[in-house]
């Protein structure tokens, strides 16, 4: 049995990362997509099993030749991790045209895009798709007015995917994480914000990227044979706790 190949975006740094790390350690081969050459090449340094392929997943040409690229590479593609995502809060009436294309671009219209560049494949392997949403698609809060909408069309897209790919006996799941600390993270939580996600949060804490990756990888591998069009909150517990009013608690 040839050795299964997932294609991770933004497998460069944090979650993708540390996603590709767990899927080697699993005895899969990865093809890591980023369009940050150098970060790019420091990830794939001392990683075996890897290729990496530079790319901006939200310009069609660009993933058509990646994705012929991977496929020329490894022969096949098993699953295919739709992680790359950017993140830039504001409040609605001045986030511009232009910041809200930016979100889109890449959360929405590539995960789009490579999922689509990859089915021929996908049909071969009978494989599967992650998307990764966030719990700002599920619950909606403020100065999210472009990320929150971007994550929940890709909550949407995955059913979709799911629903019309099941046919052909590919599956398409959703991990929304919570709170990870990441370059993405680190850039838009203030240290009021991440207080806050304490808080409200039921196990009290950030997330790591290896909590996350073992969900992500969990819903590739077979042991996830008979998931498909599930939307899954690695969150410790936030999506559930609503509001959580503090004075209601123990
Ligand atoms: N970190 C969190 O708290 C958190 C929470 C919820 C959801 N997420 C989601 O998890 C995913 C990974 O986030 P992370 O925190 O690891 O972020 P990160 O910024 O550490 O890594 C994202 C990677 O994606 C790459 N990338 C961005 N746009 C791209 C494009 N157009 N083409 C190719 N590569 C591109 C970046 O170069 C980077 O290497 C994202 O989709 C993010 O929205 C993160």
Known sequence: MPEKVALITGAAR?????????????GWRVALVDRDSEALKDATDGLNETSSFICDISEPKEVDSMVNKVTSTFGRIDAVVNNAGVADFGPIETTDFAQWRKIMQTNLDGTFLVSQ???PTLKKTR???????????LRASTLRVAYGTSKAAVIQLT???AVELGEIGVRANCVCPGPVRTKLSNAVH????IASYHDAIPLNRYG???EIAEVIT?????????????????????????????????
């Open 14 to 26: 944090g979650i993708g990362l540390e996603t590709a790390r767990l899927f080697i350690e699993q």
């Open 159 to 161: 059913k979709q995917q």
């Open 117 to 119: 560049a990859c089915l």
């Open 190 to 193: 203030s240290p009021e914000i």
């Open 127 to 137: 494989g599967a798709i992650v998307n990764i949403a966030s719990i700002s698609g």
């Open 208 to 210: 790591s990227e290896r």
């Open 218 to 250: 969990f819903l590739c591998s077979d042991k996830a044979s008979y998931v498909t069009g599930q939307i899954i909150a690695s969150d410790g517990g936030f999506e559930s706790a609503g509001v959580g009013l503090p004075a209601l608690r123990t």
